[in-house]
Structures are given as structure tokens and as C-alpha cells.
């Protein structure tokens, strides 16, 4: 399984990203789906994750603000970030858990 992240930048204070991970094997119909993140002054966190009936957990930090949700045809999950705040500037990470597999990350930056 290998999962490729996208959609990260540098956005101002109260703006909107969509995250997306590619996940190069039909796995999403069998596996919870999650989002990390790790900022520079921070360990990797747990930010939001989907299992194989729609529901979905979130970090205190990023309820009401960020959505999780998966297009299995496409093979991608996608993280919606919406009201992005400075303390969301992290790398964010696709995880499986039931494989272990991590992407490689990509990097959101909020900052006016």
C-alpha cells in the first residue's frame, strides 16, 4: 500500500485547503483512514479518521473545522481544513492502521 498526499500550502489565517491522499491499492473499502499532523514543536498528532461505515472521529483541536471523507472509486481520502489557524501549521500524514503504511506528508503553512 502506498499513499501519496497533496494539496498543502501556504494559506492566510481563516482560510480553506483540501487535503487528498492517493492510496494505490483497493484497501479503502476495508480499512479505517486517518489523518496525522506534526509540527516542528510537536509530536504527530491524531487529527481526524474514517472507518468503512462513514464514521468519523476528530481531534478536539479541529472539530467543526476540519472534515474527513473518502471517495473509494477514486481511491482517495480527502481532509477538508477550513478556519485554519497558525497552530495548524503542521506536516499532515495519511495513515492506515491496519496496514502501518504513512505517507510521506504534506505541508500546510498558515501564516498571514
Known sequence: VQLVESGGGLVQ????????????????GLARMGWYRQSPTKQREFVADEDTY??????????GR?????????NTVHLQLNNLSPEDTA??????????NWGKGTEVTVAS
Open 91 to 100: 506536516v499532515y500524514y495519511c495513515y492506515v492502521p491496519l496496514t502501518g
Open 66 to 74: 476540519f472534515t474527513i471523507s473518502r471517495d473509494s472509486g477514486k
Open 13 to 28: 489565517p481563516g482560510g480553506s485547503l483540501r487535503l487528498t491522499c492517493s492510496v494505490t491499492s483497493g484497501i479503502l
Open 54 to 63: 462513514g464514521r468519523t472521529k476528530y481531534a478536539d483541536s479541529v472539530k
